[in-house]
């Protein structure tokens, strides 16, 4: 029998409560804030959740807004019948879904995340790994997000190494996201390079 379990974009990780009334300070997880405006009911559900939306709880969003400061690139959210710090704990941890095919509609030179992992990195014909996530470089303090530097695709080769491979619109050729396969023209050398930078990193951790 078929799966009929929908598939789900996560919009922002709750983290703990903010505030006295149920508000909870959550990472962002979509470059779309302004989609909470529009869009009122959401789920909350454990992280990696893929069950059916009865499974899930449903949730109304009463209000948002985005913090400044050491939060700045957060967002803080306050959900109906959430309205206390004891509510807002129940919840902290919980991932902020919606079906997939409620996702926001992106132009021609964006694309989601989820919509990466899974395809096969390609360095001209030659296949580098399969892209398992997306890392955003941070300040030191990891709250808040650089923007001026390039994401890193998280890739996993055959040998099981992790190569971290900047996700800039110079060196892509194409993504095919029908065919899991993303290719690009890497510098020279480069792959091994961030192989070894892979690894010094894991060896640190």
């Not at 400044?68 to 941890?93: Q, T």
């Not at 080769?157 to 060196?171: H, M, N, T």
């Amino acid at each position: 029998m078929a799966n009929s379990d929908p598939s789900w974009v996560v919009l922002a990780h709750l983290l703990r409560p903010q505030g006295r009334k149920g508000e909870l300070l959550a990472d962002l997880l979509t470059d779309f804030p302004e989609r909470f405006e529009d869009r009122k009911q959401v789920f909350l559900a454990s992280e990696g959740f893929s069950g059916p939306a009865s499974a899930a709880r449903a949730a109304d969003v009463v209000s948002f807004w985005l913090p400044v400061g050491k939060n700045a690139g957060r967002i803080v959210l306050h959900f109906a019948g959430i309205d206390s710090i004891s509510d807002a704990e129940a919840v902290a941890g919980f991932d902020v879904i919606v079906p997939i095919e409620e996702r926001q509609q992106l132009d021609d030179e964006s694309i989601y995340i989820s919509d990466l992992v899974g395809c096969t990195l390609y360095d001209g014909a030659t296949a580098v790994g399969v892209i398992e996530d997306v890392q955003f470089p941070s300040t030191p303090d990891g709250t808040r997000k650089l923007e001026e530097a390039a994401p890193l695709l998280e890739v996993r080769s055959s040998d099981g190494d992790e190569i971290l491979i900047p996700f800039v619109k110079a060196f892509l050729v194409e993504v095919n996201t029908e065919a899991k396969r993303v290719t690009m023209s890497l510098p020279v050398g480069l792959v091994d390079v961030n192989r070894a930078a892979a690894s010094d990193i894991d060896q640190k951790r």
